[in-house]
């Protein structure tokens, strides 16, 4: 079975832009979670959707958003990015949102 | 959520069992014990999780001490691709399904 996939691998943008990361989650799981990693620490919980609604909010600020679709695929966009905006993304799927989560390879974003 | 102390770094010889500890004083009555690996550049994969007993699986054992306030990761035999930055976390199973990730511990398998 094809574990979560996300996309795009790595992607470099400048400040100010706008980015949108995608993920796919194993077939069947109905919840998606978003996470940031910044280098040398542990990954930061950003988001979690389950059955296309939001459960649960990070202290990240407003330019921060994502959305589940019906195929329970996620989207997450950062707005006006900022040099500290500079993670690995990662995508996390589980199939009810109360179990253990499986995670993407992530989404190196590099802004300069 | 309840914090985790763990030891920032640990050694281990190959094919030797290594056993992580990891210590979760304020943990309440409904929170389980998970535990995470995250080998360089991956993302975080699930390990196992426990409540209140001891637990294994194919890939790991899990103890818990009656009083819940620490725990320990056995890995029985200990290969070179266990070199990974293992998460100990308490999670509440209700509401936003959020992994409150540390420092964690960076175990190193020596040949």
């Known amino acids: 079975d094809a574990g979560v996939t996300q996309s795009p691998t790595h992607l470099i943008k400048t400040r100010g832009q706008h980015v949108t990361l995608r993920c796919s989650p194993i077939?069947?799981?109905?919840?998606v979670s978003w996470y940031q990693q910044v280098l040398g620490q542990g990954p930061q919980f950003i988001f979690q959707?389950?059955?296309?609604?939001?459960?649960g909010r990070g202290n990240f600020p407003d330019r921060f958003s994502a959305r589940q679709f019906p195929n329970y695929s996620s989207e997450l966009n950062v707005n006006a990015l900022l040099l500290g905006d500079s993670a690995l993304y990662l995508c996390?799927?589980?199939?009810?949102?109360?179990?253990?989560?499986?995670f993407g390879p992530g989404t190196r974003l590099t802004v300069l | 959520d309840a914090k985790t102390t763990q030891p920032p770094s640990m050694d281990c010889a190959e094919g030797r069992a290594a056993n992580l500890p990891c210590n979760h004083s304020?943990?309440?009555?409904?929170?389980?014990v998970y535990w995470y690996r995250q080998i360089h550049s991956q993302g975080p994969q699930y390990i196992i999780h426990?409540?209140?007993n001891n637990e294994t699986n194919e890939m790991a054992s899990l103890i818990i001490t009656e009083d819940r306030k620490s725990s320990t990761l056995i890995l029985p035999h200990a290969t070179l691709r266990d070199t990974a930055v293992y998460y100990c976390?308490?999670?509440?199973?209700?509401?936003?399904?959020?992994?409150?990730f540390g420092q964690g511990t960076r175990l190193t398998i020596n040949p």
């Open positions: 996390a799927s589980s199939p009810t949102g109360l179990s253990e989560q499986f």
């Open positions: 077939s069947g799981h109905k919840s």
């Open positions: 959707y389950y059955e296309k609604e939001e459960r």
């Open positions: 304020t943990i309440s009555g409904n929170e389980y």
């Open positions: 426990g409540l209140k």
């Open positions: 976390i308490v999670y509440l199973i209700q509401g936003a399904q959020k992994l409150v």
